[in-house]
């Protein structure tokens, strides 16, 4: 069922997707708990990180498609929000928890970061305050130089997305991502939740454009999540 607020979002305010699942981080469920394959080196954890006002749900079909190319089940895990639409800053200390439990929990030395939307912007300030934690990150349709559309937003994450926030200064003062990390960024020609849609690629680091998808469906998209998948796996970029 549609609520009243998603409903008064969907046309521009439906910026960003924000996992909602009632743990710090949950695994997605159905593949065998190992971390490695007959093809292929061992797998590394991947967090799930979505934006702004959605659910865990909304990452499923990602987290889906992950199992069904090879990645055990307890290495792909969605966090969760305690408050969707809330602040970028309070999101990169909960990412933060939910990367010590995956590190803690699997053995792994780092991980893998997928994010959507507004969830970039918190993933890259956990980057620049846990640079060694986080092998490879792929940013979804995230407003790294901000979006005019976040005007019709609500929640402390409303004012940090604004072109020229305090928060987007900040975040601009350092390098993209740190030395060591691999980034790679995935922007749609259809963008109507990132306005300028150019404000969805980063300095430096490499990307893709892809027509037409929408800002949703970059994360369920059958070619995007190819390009995810090689890229996580190999480090490969178009």
Do not use: I, K, Y
């Given at each position: 069922?549609?609520?009243?607020?998603?409903?008064?979002?969907?046309?521009?305010?439906?910026?960003?997707?924000?996992?909602?699942?009632?743990?710090?981080?949950?695994?997605?469920?159905?593949?065998?708990?190992?971390?490695?394959?007959?093809?292929?080196?061992?797998?590394?954890?991947?967090?799930?990180?979505?934006?702004?006002?959605?659910?865990?749900?909304d990452m499923a079909v990602l987290g889906g498609r992950l199992r069904a190319a090879g990645w055990p089940a307890d290495l792909v895990v969605a966090v969760s929000f305690a408050h969707p639409t809330g602040s970028n800053r309070d999101h990169a200390r909960e990412i933060a928890e939910a990367v010590d439990s995956l590190l803690s929990r699997t053995g792994s030395e780092r991980v893998d970061i997928v994010a959507h939307s507004m969830g970039g912007l918190a993933t890259r300030l956990y980057l620049q305050e846990h640079p060694t934690r986080v092998r490879r990150a792929v940013f979804l349709g995230t407003p790294h130089r901000g979006t005019w559309a976040a005007f019709f937003a609500f929640g402390e994450g409303r004012a940090e997305m604004l072109p020229g926030s305090d928060f987007l200064r900040d975040l601009s003062a350092g390098p993209s991502v740190p030395p060591g990390v691999e980034a790679f960024t995935v922007r749609t020609l259809l963008e109507t939740?990132?306005?300028?849609?150019?404000?969805?690629t980063l300095p430096g680091v490499p990307g893709w454009t892809v027509c037409c998808d929408t800002h949703w469906s970059l994360k369920r998209d059958p070619a995007v999540f190819e390009v995810v998948r090689s890229f996580l796996r190999h480090g490969v970029t178009p």
């Open positions: 069922m549609t609520t009243p607020g998603r409903a008064w979002a969907a046309p521009l305010v439906a910026l960003l997707v924000v996992a909602g699942a009632p743990s710090a981080g949950a695994p997605f469920a159905g593949a065998p708990s190992v971390g490695s394959t007959q093809e292929g080196p061992t797998f590394v954890p991947v967090l799930l990180v979505p934006g702004w006002f959605d659910t865990a749900e939740h990132v306005v300028p849609g150019e404000s969805a």
